[in-house]
């Protein structure tokens, strides 16, 4: 038995209901993963995760090779046990984070050097070490070490990218990893629906456990990564999960799922929550706004979160105003609440072949509030 | 039956047993208050302080009436309300704020005129004006709007003071609170003890539901303090609850117990908390210092709180490190679930006629820690 395994359960159209397994539990799909960069979803304990049914959060090689250091969380007893996080746990392999935030980056044949977003000192890392980080943090799925371009780039420069990835991803796959790592291949190409059809000609053929589409939410317009997506999940084998990085909005969510894919992953919830900025069943509101200074009401009416459960939209504006930890908590308590409720209710629709219906009733809502506001 | 009222229970020297009745619940006393200044205990929310068997929070009538304003939170139902709070609330008066936060302070025989830390903005609050944001955030008990002078100051400069709070005091109460309000006067005096004896003289016929010590840790050393509470706590009458404004450090609860002091409040634990200073029971603890980098063991063996049964001190030295909310919110779990577990051991010694043993041990326990670290 591979140590990570998806089982495709039924299909709505593209849309498909499954379930992933991993050492550290099983959960269904379609499934959102929040975002716990440096081994902490910002504002969140484990419980608060828990509690709104999180199975799965993301981490970063990047910032924990950073800091902590991914050999003192190896000594701490791992990943999950450094963060008291008992179920699964993906990290992202810091190909993303070299482009995004370090600085001074040289891209080589052998891997990257670059400086410290932190202090500015001098780093290397290469599909190997991305490994190794990997491998000492412990997570259940490990991300291949890829190049992520920025958009635009030129279907020359994509081309050489995805050519260079490829050669990256063999070299992840012989890395060995941990008995109950599972490793994911990244299908790159840019824009260019073409390019990724030849990227998966490239890379069809080595043996990971799952698969995820790169390169995408890197400033593209939406309707343009839909296109992408279009072209790019059919690609993917229906046995294998299908994760999209870095993806999204809410409408980004339900786009990518009517699209066949499985998994996501965004700063967007936890973020936004922290800005002011929150999802809810008839659209985004910024707390921040001075016609909720004296609103009694729930955030959102159709939410059973603690934040809409238990305060008015004033107590969370004034929380947001006078710069409060706990606005910061409750807002990214709703927010994931939001994605991860929104993602039970489109298991729920694929489920009862309704997806289209879930779909349509989706965008409606949002429209019509935005008639009426 | 007065709205607030204390039932002394029994006395081991001059430590006190008692219990503390309100409208929102009775507490066992002494007991120490969380400080919640912008209507919320910084960090946390409600269920975190119930769970650690908070029974009373403090909230600031100068803060809430800066932001978001009294009247909008009387009509968002009063503060308890609108922060989820069913028990019982105790708010400061401002007296204390206006002297250490605004600008441009001019004290008159009418109140004081000063300028928002916050804006700039120009108010007045006197005794009335108080009692008014005071009665509008409808808090369990109302602290009289009093003239907190800063340390040193001349006996002159006291005598003058003492004075005005004394008219001030007797204004306060002649102002209609809401039914379920009590209030509480004020001893001042400073740090002379013959001014605390001439202070009580011109305020002890006035009929409050409770009183307080106010013009201490403002700057002296603690051995000034004990001094004074030597003198201010004996003329209090035994029948009401004896509240020490703004106090302390744990060896200050110690020693405010220990003379005969019911109630406490401080931002140290909260504060301190967020600056990575932690209350230990072998005392403090910076949890910055590298060598809690690689600690797998809990900040406190001995405590029982979430962030000590669940993490590391490695772990919440990442977090510190990292300027992660998490760690502002476990750090003040713990520091306020030392605070009120020692409380608890106080209440514990004293039923039990072993409180100057119980003190013994505890600088004892302190002493040998020094001694080895």
Redesign the interface.
């Given at each position: 038995m591979k140590p990570v395994y998806y089982k495709l359960q039924s299909t709505d159209g593209k849309a498909r209901l499954g379930e992933l397994f991993t050492n550290h539990g099983s959960f269904p799909t379609p499934m959102f993963m929040p975002v716990g960069t440096?081994?902490?979803v910002?504002?969140?304990?484990?419980e608060d995760l828990h509690a709104m049914g999180a199975k799965i959060i993301l981490s970063n090689a990047y910032h924990l090779y950073m800091?902590?250091g991914h050999k003192?969380v190896e000594?701490?007893?791992g990943l999950h046990k450094?963060?008291?996080w008992d179920r699964a746990i993906l990290t992202d392999s810091g190909g993303f984070q070299v482009m995004s935030l370090a600085d001074l980056r040289k891209v080589t044949e052998e891997g990257v050097q670059f400086s410290s977003h932190l202090d500015g000192s001098k780093h290397f890392i290469s599909p190997e070490i991305s490994m190794e980080i990997q491998r000492s943090l412990g997570s259940d799925i490990v991300m291949c070490f890829d190049e992520c371009l920025k958009h635009p780039a030129t279907r020359e420069e994509v081309q050489k990218s995805m050519e260079l990835t490829s050669r990256w991803e063999r070299r992840c796959r012989a890395v060995k990893l941990k008995e109950h790592q599972g490793l994911f291949g990244i299908l790159q190409g840019g824009m260019y629906p073409e390019l990724r059809a030849a990227h998966w000609e490239m890379i069809k053929d080595i043996d990971f456990e799952g698969w995820a589409i790169g390169g995408l939410s890197v400033g593209e317009p939406p309707a343009m990564m839909y296109e992408i997506l279009d072209t790019a999940v059919p690609l993917l084998p229906q046995d294998k999960v299908r994760y999209l990085m870095g993806v999204g909005t809410p409408e980004d969510l339900v786009e990518g799922v009517a699209r066949g894919v499985d998994i996501f992953d965004c700063v967007m919830p936890t973020r936004n929550a922290r800005n002011g900025t929150l999802f809810t069943s008839f659209g985004k509101v910024h707390i921040k706004n001075a016609k909720f200074?004296?609103d009694?009401g729930p955030l959102d009416p159709e939410c059973s979160c603690?934040a809409c459960t238990?305060?008015?939209r004033?107590?969370l504006?004034?929380?947001y105003?006078?710069n409060?930890?706990?606005g910061?908590?409750?807002n990214t308590l709703h927010n994931l609440h939001f994605y991860i409720n929104l993602m039970r209710q489109m298991r729920e629709a694929i489920q009862e072949k309704r997806f289209d219906e879930f779909r349509q009733a989706f965008y409606k809502k949002r429209q019509e509030n935005e008639e009426t506001s």
């Open positions: 440096a081994a902490t910002k504002s969140l304990a484990p800091r902590p003192l000594e701490m007893g450094f963060m008291n200074a004296k009694p603690a238990n305060y008015s004033s107590y504006r004034h929380l105003v006078s409060e930890i706990l910061a908590r409750l």
